[in-house]
């Protein structure tokens, strides 16, 4: 635990990133702004396309902004690129970054010595990631050898071994099985909590976020629409959200739009029981009322319906109206 | 503090790169038995057809052709491959130089790639024992040389490599050939005896294996000393 005040690590402000496509121009981030301290898992959630990877990339000097300002470390990330790739390291899921023939250990000896440590500092430091990350026993084997589970604790552990003070994380847990990632995110909270590690984690798993973060971002189609703790973002929201299963299939849920107090509601539909899920975001206990009046209303049966507790799905379908994957086939179009 | 991350680096990325084709006894036998088989191959037919002078170019050829290969398969196209996996990326993020990373790949390449060279040189000298008349400074000075020039094409390469993304492939297979012809690795493509006409050996001399080559040849087999290859010493030193 840190015994003084926490520094800001990383300082957002106004961010603009454009990109030019053959079509039309792409704005991928919208006037971010925000900061983060040390110690702190902060996470960036939002569906695919909503500007989390980029605002990342720019973090870690792998992209310009367009406008705005961008520090880590109180170091421009486009003005001093090399002061701040001293500081902080990056990891994603998706990559499947090593070298085939040679070993874990062998890979992470060569990541070291890109941030020229000493030969000796740096097998100590792959002794001590591997003990934390359970990868121990697969030191010694080729890094094509390994599960997808074990390169990405090789993949976390590079991300550790310059003791970074800043790690940007792009869905670290993305494609693992539970266990794995329940590993790699207690990893990451005794990192924080004990050395006073800043996470920077960009994921659309929102029960990754609700587990590990300190302070989350939500963001939309290069906005951030708002940011606090997990706990208050859920608080905000009030009433629990309000799931019906309606039939029959296709549902007219028209009707929900004209009611007072929903905030937004998203669909999945089960064609085997030949019924639709409604999630509905609820201002109040009288608005629950209204909207189960209004299905028989709307020539629907309402087959089974219950009370859920507040998710950060539900927090996103507030602010945006729609769920994530809903705004993910939006975008797509 | 610089100079050692540096250091470091480059030391790192030859290290990765000589222990992956180690560890991997495929790659060796391939990056062998290439070169050592088309350099066998012409040997035999130069030495079947009365070409005695030609064997040794034969040879010189098999030795050079391995790191023309390295160059285009492993150097050109490298960076393309780690952009792929994420691992360009891990580079661009860390401190640590790009040219550090160029070199230690450009060693590690050489590394790898001597093995061939050597046997096809103690192979090729064994069977036919072609005749020799070297001038062993030129001759030094000259392999170095064109290896400095050969692999440092490769670096440039290998950032345009990034830009051409997934032709990478393609765009090797269609230089292997035919700059394989044209820069004379198993006969001279310059000068007196190139069956080529003027314009292609002026092309074919923009192609550091050319000059190389063309200078080994003259130092190894023809007692040509430094004050005679000094202009191919200078073009390849300018490249």
């Known amino acids: 635990m840190l015994s003084h005040e926490p520094e800001v690590r990383v300082e957002v402000q106004n961010l603009r990133r454009e990109f030019d496509s053959k079509e039309r121009k792409v704005v991928a981030l919208n006037g971010v702004s925000l900061k983060v301290r040390e110690g702190e898992i902060f996470g960036v959630l939002g569906p695919n396309g909503a500007g989390k990877t980029t605002l990342i990339r720019i973090l870690s000097t792998l992209l310009l902004p367009t406008s705005g300002v961008a520090r880590v470390m109180g170091f421009d990330v486009a003005s001093e690129p090399e002061k701040v790739r001293a500081v902080i390291n990056m990891a994603s899921g998706a990559e499947r970054a090593g070298y085939d023939y040679i070993s874990a250990r062998g890979n992470l000896w060569f990541f070291s010595q890109l941030y020229g440590l000493p030969s000796e500092v740096a097998k100590a430091r792959i002794k001590?990631?591997?003990?934390?990350l359970g990868l121990d026993d697969y030191l010694d084997r080729k890094f094509y050898m390994l599960s997808t589970g074990y390169r990405q604790r090789v993949t976390i552990a590079r991300a550790f071994i310059n003791d970074p003070k800043i790690v940007f994380l792009d869905e670290p847990t993305i494609g693992l099985d539970v266990m794995t990632a329940m590993s790699i995110r207690e990893f990451l909270i005794k990192e924080a909590r004990e050395n006073g590690r800043t996470i920077f984690l960009a994921t659309h798993n929102m029960a990754e976020v609700d587990t590990i973060c300190n302070r989350?971002?939500?963001?939309?189609?290069?906005?951030i629409l708002t940011s606090d703790t997990p706990t208050n973002l859920k608080r905000s929201l009030g009433a629990p959200a309000l799931v019906m299963e309606v039939s029959p299939l296709p549902v007219n849920l028209a009707f929900l739009g004209a009611v007072e107090g929903v905030k937004?509601?998203?669909?999945s539909v089960d064609e085997e029981r030949g019924l639709a899920r409604v999630q509905v975001v609820v201002e109040s206990e009288e608005?629950?009322?209204r909207i189960l009046a209004g299905v028989p209303a709307s020539g629907m049966r309402l087959v089974s319906s219950w009370r859920q507790q507040t998710t950060l799905e539900e927090v996103f379908v507030s602010l945006v109206g729609r769920g994530f994957v809903e705004r993910e086939h939006e975008v797509g179009e | 503090m610089e100079s050692r991350l540096w250091l470091r680096a480059l030391y790192a990325r030859m290290w990765v790169r000589v222990m992956s084709v180690f560890n991997e006894p495929l790659w060796i036998a391939v990056n062998i038995g290439f070169p050592f088989f088309s350099s066998v191959g012409l040997g035999l037919l130069y030495s079947s057809t009365g070409l005695r002078s030609f064997v040794g170019f034969a040879i010189l050829g098999g030795i050079m052709i391995s790191f023309w290969g390295n160059v285009l398969w492993s150097m050109a196209s490298q960076f393309y491959w780690d952009k792929q996996v994420g691992l360009f990326e891990i580079y661009l993020t860390s401190?640590?130089?790009?040219?550090?990373?160029?070199?230690?790949?450009?060693?590690?390449?050489?590394?790898?790639?001597?093995?061939?060279a050597v046997l096809v040189a103690v192979a090729g000298w064994l069977f036919f024992a072609p005749p020799l008349s070297p001038s062993w400074l030129a001759v030094g000075l000259t392999f170095a040389l064109t290896l400095a020039s050969l692999y440092a094409m490769g670096m440039m390469l290998s950032s345009l490599y990034l830009a051409y993304g997934r032709e990478a492939e393609s765009i090797n297979e269609a230089l292997h050939e035919p700059v394989s012809l044209i820069s004379g690795v198993y006969f001279p493509s310059i000068g007196n005896f190139s069956p080529f006409p003027f314009s292609v050996q002026v092309f074919a001399s923009l192609i550091p294996l050319t000059i190389g080559m063309d200078a080994l040849r003259r130092a190894l087999f023809f007692s040509q000393g430094l004050s005679s290859i000094y202009l191919h010493l200078i073009v390849l030193s300018m490249r």
Do not use: K
Request: net charge positive.
């Open chain 1, 128 to 132: 001590a990631l591997s003990q934390l």
């Open chain 1, 216 to 223: 989350v971002a939500i963001i939309d189609r290069g906005r």
């Open chain 1, 287 to 289: 608005c629950v009322r």
């Open chain 2, 95 to 116: 401190p640590a130089p790009m040219t550090a990373i160029l070199i230690g790949m450009s060693l590690g390449g050489v590394v790898n790639t001597a093995p061939s």
């Open chain 1, 264 to 267: 937004g509601f998203t669909t």
